[in-house]
């Protein structure tokens, strides 16, 4: 059986391992591939794995695929309708980087807060070494002890994200278009989104991209915030209006922002955010830890051995 990963590199660059897989076909792994080559790369494999690369409705006409693994969460990239006409199953990987993504998301909060990476440098210079005091700062520094995090999808990673913000003393408030009440405390509550909006301190994103999440930071809901709120989007990059955001930043609305995603990734050298004030980008990494990625990699293998099993798992079509 003839197993093809069309995208490997940003899953195992080569701390990890392709045995399971290797146990299970005939295994070719690319780095990369772009869609003029898809068709001849997969030419004869029944299982194909993707993470990025497209898979769509002429090349899997085309194909003799009888499986295709998503190295993802989103699956978007896989027209899942022709596979599913074709008799292709599609698998995903639902829960993997939650406790990544969590983590990720308060250090972005944290860096908006103390600038640690900028002091770092401005020390590495020679600014403290030439400073009249024992100490100096370039930005407000800001204690999250009491403030209000809001944050917009309670779903997992939302969840762990709140676990977080709570033990650095904070409150939260959630939205989500799913409420369960069995998760509200003293330090967690469910709101409405403009509820929410007024009332935090900083909003963390970690909803999917759906018709009604698309643009939810955008001119309108940004008004509604709180003077100098601080944002942070470790989800999907189309949550928010970008050029919105940019005024915000400008204008002094919105105190400061981290988004580790953004409208069209790779970011685009016109991108509004790049180079605005009081907006750090990281480049889609809060999924990669190696951990996140082993746990990636292990649910992978289970889903196609599932499936070879006639007990497929994690289907989404």
Same mark, same amino acid.
């Given at each position: 059986?003839?197993?093809?990963?069309?995208?490997?590199y940003?899953?195992?660059?080569?701390?990890?391992?392709?045995?399971?897989?290797?146990?299970?076909?005939?295994?070719?792994?690319?780095?990369?591939?772009?869609?003029?080559?898809?068709?001849?790369?997969?030419?004869?494999?029944?299982?194909?794995?993707?993470?990025?690369?497209?898979?769509?409705?002429?090349?899997?006409?085309?194909?003799?695929?009888?499986?295709i693994?998503?190295?993802?969460?989103?699956?978007?990239?896989?027209?899942?309708?022709?596979?599913? @006409?074709?008799?292709i199953?599609?698998?995903?990987?639902?829960?993997?980087?939650?406790? *990544?993504? +969590?983590?990720? !998301? /308060? #250090? =972005?909060?944290?860096?908006?807060?103390?600038?640690?990476?900028?002091?770092?440098?401005?020390?590495?210079?020679?600014?403290?070494?030439?400073?009249?005091?024992?100490?100096?700062?370039?930005?407000?520094l800001?204690?999250? @002890?009491?403030?209000?995090?809001?944050?917009?999808?309670?779903?997992?990673?939302?969840? *762990?994200? +709140?676990?977080? !913000? /709570? #033990? =650095?003393?904070?409150?939260?408030?959630?939205?989500?278009?799913?409420?369960?009440?069995?998760?509200?405390?003293?330090?967690?509550?469910?709101?409405?989104?403009?509820?929410?909006?007024?009332?935090?301190?900083?909003?963390?994103?970690?909803?999917?991209?759906?018709?009604?999440?698309?643009?939810?930071?955008?001119? *309108?809901?940004?008004a509604?915030?709180?003077?100098?709120?601080?944002?942070?989007?470790?989800?999907?990059?189309?949550?928010?209006?970008?050029?919105?955001?940019?005024?915000?930043?400008?204008?002094?609305?919105?105190?400061?922002?981290?988004?580790?995603?953004?409208?069209?990734?790779?970011?685009?050298?016109?991108?509004?955010?790049?180079?605005?004030?009081?907006?750090?980008?990281?480049?889609?990494?809060a999924?990669?830890?190696?951990?996140?990625?082993?746990?990636?990699?292990?649910?992978?293998?289970?889903?196609?051995?599932?499936?070879?099993?006639?007990?497929?798992?994690?289907?989404?079509?």
């Amino acid at each position: 059986m003839k197993i093809v990963i069309l995208d490997g590199y940003t899953e195992n660059p080569g701390d990890l391992s392709w045995e399971g897989f290797e146990k299970l076909g005939d295994l070719t792994v690319y780095d990369r591939t772009s869609e003029d080559l898809i068709e001849e790369r997969i030419k004869g494999a029944e299982i194909v794995l993707t993470n990025k690369t497209p898979l769509k409705r002429d090349v899997i006409e085309k194909s003799s695929m009888k499986y295709i693994g998503v190295l993802a969460t989103g699956f978007n990239v896989v027209d899942v309708v022709a596979a599913k @006409e074709k008799g292709i199953a599609v698998t995903n990987i639902p829960t993997y980087g939650t406790a *990544a993504v +969590a983590q990720f !998301a /308060i #250090a =972005l909060l944290l860096e908006l807060c103390h600038h640690v990476g900028h002091h770092n440098a401005e020390v590495q210079k020679g600014r403290w070494s030439e400073s009249l005091d024992f100490c100096f700062w370039d930005y407000p520094l800001i204690e999250l @002890e009491g403030k209000t995090m809001g944050i917009i999808g309670f779903g997992r990673i939302g969840q *762990a994200t +709140a676990k977080i !913000a /709570i #033990a =650095l003393g904070m409150k939260v408030l959630a939205y989500d278009e799913y409420v369960n009440k069995d998760l509200e405390t003293e330090n967690i509550k469910y709101v409405s989104l403009d509820e929410l909006l007024a009332n935090s301190d900083a909003i963390s994103l970690h909803a999917p991209l759906t018709a009604t999440t698309e643009g939810v930071i955008n001119k *309108a809901n940004i008004a509604k915030m709180k003077e100098g709120v601080l944002i942070i989007n470790t989800s999907r990059g189309p949550l928010i209006v970008e050029e919105d955001l940019k005024d915000a930043l400008n204008s002094g609305k919105v105190g400061a922002a981290a988004v580790d995603v953004v409208s069209v990734e790779p970011i685009r050298k016109d991108n509004p955010l790049l180079g605005v004030k009081n907006c750090i980008i990281t480049p889609h990494i809060a999924w990669a830890t190696k951990e996140a990625r082993g746990r990636l990699m292990d649910i992978a293998v289970n889903n196609l051995t599932s499936f070879l099993s006639g007990k497929p798992i994690n289907v989404v079509n």
